[in-house]
């Protein structure tokens, strides 16, 4: 989790998933597997499968661990209702129809 952001509306970003899967035209110029790829070639932890889909189990407590109340960015890198992640979620975290 990045401890501390540059984007004007959050004080923390957290990605406890990484990567998507291209599913329209629209994913052709995606930011965030550009920012993947040059995260993996900085040796970024989390980023060692570049943008393929990852469930990152150690990042899950993260938010818990912080002492400070904290605005977050949640997974500005991947695909949160993405259908692979629902079983390591315990089930769709949102009422999104689209995870279920």
């Known amino acids: 989790m990045s401890q501390t952001s540059r984007i004007e509306w959050t004080e923390a970003t957290w990605n406890p ?8 035209s629209g994913c052709k110029h995606c930011y965030a597997e550009a920012m993947a790829v040059r995260l993996r070639a ?10 393929k889909l990852t469930i990152l189990p150690d990042r899950l407590d993260e938010p818990l661990r912080r002492r ?4 977050y960015f949640v997974n ?3 695909d949160l209702f993405h259908k692979s992640h629902i079983p ?3 089930g769709c975290p949102s009422k999104n129809p689209s995870c279920s």
Request: glycine fraction near 18%.
């Open 17 to 24: 998933t990484v990567g998507c899967t291209k599913i329209s």
């Open 42 to 51: 900085m040796g970024t932890p989390g980023y060692e499968n570049g943008f």
């Open 68 to 71: 400070k109340p904290t605005t």
């Open 76 to 78: 500005s890198m991947p």
């Open 88 to 90: 390591a979620w315990g």
